[in-house]
């Protein structure tokens, strides 16, 4: 017996779906907690090395900071808020000021200390060397 997949009404017609997510999210108010939020990032493995890019538009190199803890990557950055006289009210205010964490657990195959890091264009690229993992070590049992 084959089963065919059931498609929706709304799939055949994507741009529908893209209005209708609009308008729910415009309407619905959003749940999500403001420590919740987290930088989209992609991680891609070379040949030598491991690629870490993470979007964050709107900061400064200033507003970044990169650390090595251990065995875990910290990316945090802050953006702050500058006070100023707003005419008008908000309807929906969705850019987000604040701060981005996120915290990556890092290989024993990794270099961590000589990772390098750029940024440009709201992207921060992380380059991560790669380094012979040290085989365990066998244990004899007496």
């Known amino acids: 017996m084959k089963i065919v997949p059931y498609k929706r009404e709304r799939d055949y017609l994507p741009m529908m779906s893209v209005f209708d997510n609009f ?26 090395n491991y690629s870490i890019e993470a979007n964050l538009p709107g900061f400064t ?27 008008g009210s908000y309807c929906r205010c969705e850019r987000y000021k604040g701060n981005y964490r996120r915290v990556l657990t890092l290989s024993d195959h990794m270099d961590k200390d000589n990772v390098d890091a750029k940024y440009e264009d709201g992207i921060l690229k992380i380059t991560i060397p790669k380094i012979e993992a040290k085989p365990a070590k066998e244990i004899r049992i007496g």
């Open 23 to 48: 308008v729910n999210r415009f309407f619905i108010e959003d749940t999500t907690d403001e420590n919740q939020r987290i930088m989209a990032i992609d991680i891609i493995e070379h040949d030598d």
């Open 61 to 87: 190199k200033k507003d970044i900071k990169i650390a090595v803890e251990e065995n875990e990557l910290i990316i945090e950055a802050q953006h702050e808020e500058k006070k100023e006289e707003k005419k």
